[in-house]
T-cell receptor, first 112, second 116 residues
């Protein structure tokens, strides 16, 4: 699986958009970009994933650059409950080798 | 629907004792994963099963660790003998990559293990 680089920490004001970047310059053509988050003392939670098109669901939006070497997770209206560690993971999906390799992630703190 | 169930939620034991962690995956999921999380090493995969068969156990630290999945609804992770460096939060996750459009893994609440 390709290596990812994320900022160690970010702050965001409640109600504002949180934009979390991720670099994955060695991503392969068949690797997806996944985002998970881990709220303190809980198990990781899936947020969203994409291959090359931008994606949106009820939790967030994922913007992937045209060369696929980086992406941004957008939480459009951050709340205090969005305070968590956010992990960007690139991996091949839907195969028997479906491991998740977690890096250090970004600690997002949403401030009132 | 019930999510991934893990027991116990907390375990405190003394060095040298045997520890057994249990996991019940989400019904219908055919993949099961055991992860360990520590401050020093972060979240790391220990072993995963597809259709009850261990696929990759390269993350299992040493022979003291063993994992079984006797049926589709139950798995155990055993540490014998336990050591203080095994203290961590152990997560179980399940998924169904063949049928899920997202190939999502669903994590349990974890077992916090403390070895004194």
């Amino acid at each position: 699986d390709a290596k990812t680089t994320q900022p160690t920490s970010m702050d965001c004001a409640e109600g504002r958009a949180a934009n979390l970047p991720c670099n994955h310059s060695t991503i392969s053509g068949n690797e997806y970009v996944y985002w998970y988050r881990q709220i303190h003392s809980q198990g990781p939670q899936y947020i969203i994933h994409g291959l090359k098109n931008n994606e949106t669901n009820e939790m967030a939006s994922l913007i992937i650059t045209e060369d696929r070497k980086s992406s941004t997770l957008i939480l459009p209206h951050a709340t205090l409950r969005d305070t968590a560690v956010y992990y960007c993971i690139v991996r091949v999906a839907g195969t028997s080798g479906s491991r998740l390799t977690f890096g250090e992630g970004t600690q997002l703190t949403v401030n009132p | 629907d019930a999510g991934v169930i893990q027991s116990p939620r907390h375990e405190v034991t003394e060095m040298g004792q045997e520890v057994t962690l249990r996991c019940k995956p989400i019904s219908g999921h055919n993949s099961l994963f055991w992860y360990r999380q520590t401050m020093m090493r972060g979240l790391e995969l220990l072993i995963y099963f597809n259709n009850n068969v261990p696929i990759d156990d390269s993350g299992m630290p040493e022979d003291r660790f063993s994992a079984k999945m006797p049926n589709a609804s139950f798995s155990t992770l055993k540490i014998q003998p336990s050591e203080p460096r095994d203290s961590a939060v152990y997560f179980c996750a399940s998924g169904d990559p063949a049928r899920s459009a997202t190939d999502t893994q669903y994590f349990g609440p974890g077992t916090r293990l403390t070895v004194l």
